[in-house]
């Protein structure tokens, strides 16, 4: 034989609350950092432009003799100490990221994400999209 138990109704509510709502320490911790967006060159232009933007090139050394974006930082993302480079950084900054070609970029992005960076803009397909698109590169 089959028995239907019937809840209280005050005792559903409490379930279905416990259920659904989100759990009282949730609150507690801290949002999690949006992801990097990836932007076209006349974005990122305007990006950087703007008061207080780091710009950031994780090429290499060789690489920024090449030619650099304006107000641009070096640190090398295949350099050993990068990770430790990129900690030392004000992390409520807002940062535009660029490379060669994208790749190095969009790492170097995900793991300032991860160390808790804010805003983070990433030039896609890196300086050479940047050169194609006919912006101004310092020699």
């Not at 259920?19 to 320490?25: N, R």
């Not at 090449?66 to 430790?84: R, T, Y």
């Amino acid at each position: 034989m089959l028995k239907i138990a019937v809840m209280n109704p005050l005792r559903t509510l409490a379930l279905v609350l416990a259920l659904v709502a989100p759990p009282a320490f949730a609150a507690d911790k801290p949002a999690a950092a949006p992801a990097p967006r990836v932007v076209d060159p006349a974005e990122f232009e305007k990006i950087a432009a703007k008061e207080g933007v780091v710009v950031l090139d994780v090429r290499t050394p060789e690489e920024w003799k090449s030619g650099v974006l304006k107000n641009a930082v070096l640190i090398d993302f295949k350099a050993p100490d990068f990770a430790d480079r990129i900690k030392a950084l004000d992390k409520s900054k807002t940062y535009a990221v660029y490379c060669r070609s994208g790749r190095r970029s969009a790492s170097a992005c995900d793991l300032m994400k991860a160390a808790g960076f804010a805003t983070l803009h990433d030039l896609g397909g890196g300086i050479l999209a940047w050169e194609k698109a006919g912006k101004p590169v310092k020699k």
